[in-house]
């Protein structure tokens, strides 16, 4: 079967989008992680279908891991399908994702590469793990860890050791290693499951690391500044009393290539 694709990145977090508004591609667990396979694939940290919803939503997100396996919600995934979409002539963008409803825009579009803003849920707690430690659910679970020198981490030996911890159970958890530049800016490395590798970015970690720093640093900032291997996000929100509202992740969403693949 021939299978027409789309590759996008956002910030180098990159993903295989296929238009299956039609419902004309089911493919098996295999079938997405040879398609995501970096020497034997197309290579990706995941593959999304863009396909049909119900009203209210115009159109819904079909998450994969690399691996496979059916994702959580994924951010700068989200973004990159929001783009996707708008090149197909969506015009109007409210999606339904496997954590609920979603809305997002265009803000501007340059060649291949859109920036879009992209709303997230709403974070009800943030729950204090360990010392310099955080535990933050945004649509994905995250443990975002404090750091003074976040390039001297072995991402290889520590993503794992946290990312399979018993105290997370067997589904397990994201690793965030984030250390605070400056005010309002952080730079984020994450380890992510489904992926087990550190990836060049994590939308839905750097949003799970900005509100853990809202509430390690307690200077009440809701705007922040985000710093990855693969290029920089924003993250604002709204935070009254425990809760944080109106969560948003703004960046790039890059077309890379388009293609064939047979399988």
């Not at 973004?79 to 803000?107: E, T």
């Not at 501007?108 to 859109?114: A, D, L």
């Not at 360990?130 to 679970?141: C, E, K, N």
Request: some cysteine.
């Amino acid at each position: 079967m021939k299978l027409p694709f789309c590759k996008y990145h956002g910030a180098g977090n990159d993903f295989i989008i296929i238009d299956n508004l039609q419902g004309t591609y089911h493919l098996s667990r295999q079938q997405i992680n040879s398609l995501c396979h970096r020497r034997f694939g197309i290579g990706a940290d995941g593959l999304m279908l863009l396909e049909k919803a119900d009203p209210p939503f115009g159109y819904s997100m079909n998450f994969f891991n690399a691996d496979g396996t059916e994702g959580t919600m994924c951010g700068n995934g989200g973004r990159c399908l929001v783009a996707f979409a708008g090149s197909l002539g969506i015009g109007k963008h409210h999606f339904s994702s496997v954590d609920g409803s979603h809305r997002a825009d265009i803000i501007e579009t340059e060649g291949n590469s859109s920036k879009v803003r992209l709303q997230l849920n709403d974070v009800d707690e943030v729950s204090k793990y360990a010392i310099d430690s955080y535990v933050v659910d945004t649509g994905s679970l995250h443990l975002v860890r404090f750091v003074k020198d976040v390039q001297a981490v072995d991402i290889a030996v520590e993503g794992p050791f946290w990312r399979w911890h018993n105290d997370f159970g067997k589904e397990g958890v994201n690793v965030n290693f984030v250390e605070i530049l400056d005010p309002g800016c952080l730079f984020v490395r994450t380890f992510e499951r489904g992926v087990e590798d550190e990836t060049w970015a994590c939308g839905t970690g750097s949003t799970a690391a900005a509100i853990a720093a809202h509430v390690h640093t307690g200077s009440g900032l809701e705007h922040w500044f985000i710093q990855t291997k693969g290029g920089n996000l924003e993250v604002e929100f709204d935070h009254a009393v425990s809760s944080f509202r109106e969560v948003f992740l703004t960046g790039g969403a890059v077309r890379v290539f388009e293609g064939v693949a047979e399988i």
